[in-house]
């Protein structure tokens, strides 16, 4: 079984529809993020939560929110979906190491598409 | 603020070559730099990481540079393979906290 898995891995909704993704791990990882990915762009985050009581926004938070329910769940909101949050969605998780030298595991994304 | 750059165009090389792909970055070094392959339709996957006291590190075909007085990253696969083919991203971390910020990826395609 995969360590970090998102649902759904596709998603086609309308503008103004509210819709949340989620991600489970199996790491035992206390940090997980969220990021966005756009051609040409890269890989942009979004939210990152570094503990259960823990959530900070990332680069580009407008329009998105998230809730950490438990160490291994971390779920994604568009509290009202618009066309420009079409994108690749991409959970990953971290375990602090030496150094704070940290590797990121990512969940195999989720294709959304705002109509 | 920072900014990273990677080679936007895609590379094509023949199967044996060395590739090399480029990672360059504005203002500040960053405390290390990874580096991911990313297949398509999948999440990225971790290769190797180097530190910012470090020139270079190695994993078996693959060699990393980090050049502090260039502020530069180069990324070797030598004996080049098909399956090698993919996007390659660099990321840089600069603060305890483990947030990354990464690069716009660069597509590799190796040739039979």
């Known amino acids: 079984d995969a360590d970090v898995t998102q649902t759904p891995r596709n998603r086609i909704t309308k503008t103004g529809k509210r819709i949340m993704l989620e991600c489970s791990q199996t790491?035992?990882?206390?940090?997980m993020y969220w990021y966005r990915q756009d051609p040409g762009l890269g890989l942009r985050l979004i939210y990152y939560s570094f503990d259960v009581k823990d959530i900070n926004k990332g680069e580009i938070s407008d329009g998105y929110s998230v809730s950490r329910q438990a160490q291994a769940k971390f779920s994604l909101s568009l509290e009202s979906a618009i066309p420009n949050q079409t994108a690749l969605y991409f959970c990953?998780?971290?375990?602090?190491?030496?150094?704070?030298?940290?590797?990121?595991?990512f969940g195999p994304g989720t294709r959304l598409l705002v109509l | 603020s920072q900014k990273i750059e990677q080679n936007s165009e895609a590379l094509n090389i023949q199967e044996g070559k060395t590739a090399t792909l480029t990672c360059n970055y504005t203002n500040y070094s960053p405390a290390y730099l990874q580096w991911y392959r990313q297949d398509p339709g999948r999440g990225p996957v971790f290769l190797l990481l180097?530190?910012?006291?470090?020139k270079e590190k190695r994993k078996e075909r693959l060699k990393v540079t980090f050049d502090t007085t260039l502020k530069q990253s180069l990324f070797h696969i030598t004996a080049s393979q098909p399956a090698d083919s993919a996007t390659y991203l660099c990321?840089?971390?600069?603060?305890?906290?483990?947030?990354?910020?990464f690069g716009q990826g660069t597509e590799l395609s190796v040739k039979p």
């Open positions: 990321a840089l971390a600069y603060n305890q906290g483990g947030k990354l910020i």
């Open positions: 790491k035992g990882h206390d940090r």
């Open positions: 180097i530190r910012e006291n470090e």
């Open positions: 990953a998780t971290s375990e602090p190491g030496q150094l704070y030298q940290e590797t990121q595991y």
